[in-house]
């Protein structure tokens, strides 16, 4: 009986396991959903198309510049991709030896895939999704069902989701999912929304420029929310979108998401990347910009601007001892790292002295592998935690990392330091003080499931710290945002930080990128007059305080380490992130 026993337990196991894999192998070999087909119907996606094509216009002969762009992260390879488009020859010089700046990634010794950041596609990035298109990659794409799932800290192990209905049109098919919830705002609450969120349908982008000065707190209290609505989907939304808690973020944040989800169909359902993102988004960018005649340098790092009598480039000089000439120049790096290369006789210019005002936001990103299976949802997941902001199985989620028996979860850690509401100062933090927070976060949303006796243990984790990632959008910032053209005739700007109507974000820096792209066609092509030739106005405070102000010498880049060029690192290292 014994042996009969152990025989059937042996054979049920065996039956399990191979049903594990046939299913993981059906997964791999499902065709996968494709682009929602309403996105591409949306005003802001035609927008995106009618820019790719008048800058997809060949310039003529006489036109063509050569165009050294600085970084290469995602606005600097699109600001590329686009430049070539339109008959131009664009050199990227990329500090680092891996591309994607904020969103790269690298494999470790067990060809495993560190990530900078879990990056998730929305359908409200029509940049974006015009570029897969455009680079013919769009079923790289894994999209998920149309939901956005929370956690229930008040239900350990319970989730609830808000579901958005097939075929329905929005704004409709928001309100169905938002009415269809009764788990998480009472329908009081939700009436007491509507006040604040009104204006912002009938006025539009004008109505939530102006909520820039408020905090999402401010705003709620102007607007008689209630605090229930802040407990439970602003904190989520705010450590997701800039990685804060909302009292210390601007409402214009929350607003330009809500808009875009409220008012486009499919504006919210997520996608994620079949891999990662140096090489299934960057590469192809590359391809694009080499088969057109441009260039792409890694492990070049910018020493200096230089800057000729006229006030305009020179030259830019590199680490290595070398000048690079161009007849047009773009920045494509990170706020903080373009202060540290701000030249000299350019620092007392208000244009550029407002970028002072504008500072990277410090966040972590935690990769956990597990030896069991964990139960999980089949997309991104708002945690509704004090220590995390949003997190996947990517072991379930993403087709290229999928494992029937073992989870690998990708948390994002926010906030990350005193400043933007975190007890401690995480940032600086021991990988082991990180991963054991994170596993007593995840003890509650798992629990039984991690850690204890039969729990899943823990077999490998990364822990990569951005100390400066995209700007921090505090109440203000978008007034210091410069536009992309900026005073110097032959110096342009581009990155996420810069003025565009989109967050700080992979659709900003991709739409930040184009601009920029737009800016030199334009000018290359005599069209002076263009809207991209205009130059935004600086305020008021920052015009009288550079009267007078003596110039400052950049200070430079210092090290060679990832977090030195703005990107993000493994472990605390030597430098304790004094160069952060």
């Given at each position: 009986l014994p042996r009969r026993m152990m025989l059937r337990t042996a054979t049920i196991s065996l039956l399990a396991a191979l049903s594990s894999?046939?299913?993981?192998?059906?997964?791999?070999?499902?065709?996968?959903?494709?682009?929602?087909?309403?996105?591409?119907?949306?005003?802001?996606?035609?927008?995106?198309?009618?820019?790719?094509?008048?800058?997809?216009?060949?310039?003529?002969?006489?036109?063509?510049?050569?165009?050294?762009?600085?970084?290469?992260?995602?606005?600097?390879?699109?600001?590329?991709?686009?430049?070539?488009?339109?008959?131009?020859?664009?050199?990227?010089?990329?500090?680092?030896?891996?591309?994607?700046?904020?969103?790269?990634?690298?494999?470790?010794?067990?060809?495993?895939?560190?990530?900078?950041?879990?990056?998730?596609?929305?359908?409200?990035?029509?940049?974006?999704?015009?570029l897969f298109?455009?680079?013919?990659?769009?079923?790289?794409?894994?999209?998920k069902a149309h939901r956005m799932t929370f956690a229930m800290p008040q239900l350990p192990g319970e989730f609830t989701s808000f579901d958005f209905p097939d075929g329905v049109p929005a704004p409709l098919n928001m309100a169905a999912a938002i009415l269809g919830?009764?788990?998480?705002?009472?329908?009081?609450?939700?009436?007491?929304?509507?006040?604040?969120?009104?204006?912002?349908?009938?006025?539009g982008q004008p109505?939530?420029?102006?909520?820039?000065?408020?905090?999402?707190?401010?705003?709620?209290?102007?607007?008689?929310?209630?605090?229930?609505?802040?407990?439970?989907?602003?904190?989520?939304?705010?450590?997701?979108?800039?990685?804060?808690?909302?009292?210390?973020?601007?409402?214009?944040?929350v607003l330009t998401a809500m808009n875009r989800f409220i008012n486009e169909a499919d504006g919210s359902q997520t996608a994620f990347l079949d891999g990662g993102q140096p090489e299934r988004l960057c590469a192809p960018m590359v391809d694009h910009v080499l088969s057109r005649g441009g260039e792409v340098r890694l492990g070049a790092p910018l020493a200096a601007i230089e800057v000729g009598d006229d006030g305009q480039v020179a030259c830019l000089r590199l680490a290595d001892g070398s000048s690079v000439e161009a007849d047009l120049y773009v920045s494509a790096v990170p706020v903080d790292v373009f202060k540290k290369l701000l030249p000299a006789?350019?620092?007392?210019?208000?244009f550029f002295r407002q970028t002072e005002e504008l500072i990277g936001i410090p966040v972590i990103n935690v990769q956990l592998w597990f030896d069991k299976k964990l139960r999980s949802v089949d997309g991104l997941c708002f945690s509704r935690s004090p220590l995390l902001s949003v997190y996947a199985d990517m072991s379930t989620c993403v087709e290229e990392y999928a494992d029937a028996d073992r989870s690998m979860l990708e948390l994002v850690f926010a906030p990350a330091t005193r400043e933007v509401g975190a007890d401690r100062n995480w940032i600086g933090a021991s990988d082991a003080e990180v991963v054991a927070a994170c596993l007593?976060?995840?003890?509650r949303l798992f629990p039984g499931e991690i850690g204890g006796e039969g729990g899943a243990e823990l077999l490998k984790h990364a822990v990569v710290r951005t100390p400066r990632s995209v700007y921090?959008?505090?109440?203000?910032?978008?007034?210091?945002?410069?536009?992309?053209?900026?005073?110097?005739?032959?110096?342009?700007l581009a990155g996420d930080w810069t003025s565009q109507k989109f967050l700080g974000s992979m659709e900003g820096a991709v739409l930040a990128g184009k601009l920029a792209a737009e800016v030199i066609a334009?000018?290359?092509?005599?069209?002076?007059?263009?809207?991209?030739?205009?130059?935004?106005?600086?305020?008021?405070?920052?015009?009288?305080?550079?009267?007078?102000?003596?110039?400052?010498?950049?200070?430079?880049?210092r090290g060679r380490h990832p977090i030195a060029f703005g990107g993000g690192q493994q472990g605390l290292g030597e430098t304790k992130f004094e160069h952060a």
């Open positions: 894999l046939l299913s993981v192998a059906a997964a791999a070999h499902a065709p996968r959903p494709p682009t929602p087909s309403r996105i591409k119907l949306t005003q802001n996606f035609r927008e995106a198309a009618a820019l790719s094509a008048k800058l997809a216009d060949p310039a003529t002969p006489q036109q063509r510049k050569k165009v050294a762009v600085i970084g290469g992260g995602l606005s600097g390879l699109a600001c590329a991709k686009y430049l070539s488009d339109a008959g131009h020859t664009p050199l990227v010089l990329e500090a680092r030896d891996v591309l994607g700046g904020k969103v790269s990634a690298w494999q470790d010794a067990d060809g495993d895939m560190i990530e900078t950041g879990l990056h998730i596609f929305f359908g409200a990035y029509p940049n974006m999704m015009n298109q455009e680079l013919g990659i769009e079923d790289r794409l894994q999209w919830n009764t788990e998480m705002l009472s329908l009081l609450d939700k009436v007491r929304m509507v006040p604040g969120l009104l204006p912002m349908l009938l006025e109505f939530i420029d102006a909520q820039d000065e408020l905090s999402v707190k401010e705003f709620m209290d102007k607007y008689g929310m209630p605090e229930t609505v802040n407990e439970e989907i602003f904190i989520a939304m705010a450590k997701a979108l800039d990685f804060m808690d909302p009292d210390r973020m601007s409402m214009a944040v006789s350019w620092s007392t210019m208000p007593g976060e995840l003890s921090a959008a505090t109440p203000g910032r978008n007034r210091y945002r410069p536009s992309q053209a900026t005073p110097v005739p032959n110096f342009v334009d000018r290359a092509a005599g069209r002076a007059a263009a809207t991209s030739q205009t130059l935004k106005p600086v305020h008021e405070e920052v015009v009288a305080a550079a009267e007078g102000a003596a110039p400052r010498e950049p200070v430079g880049v």
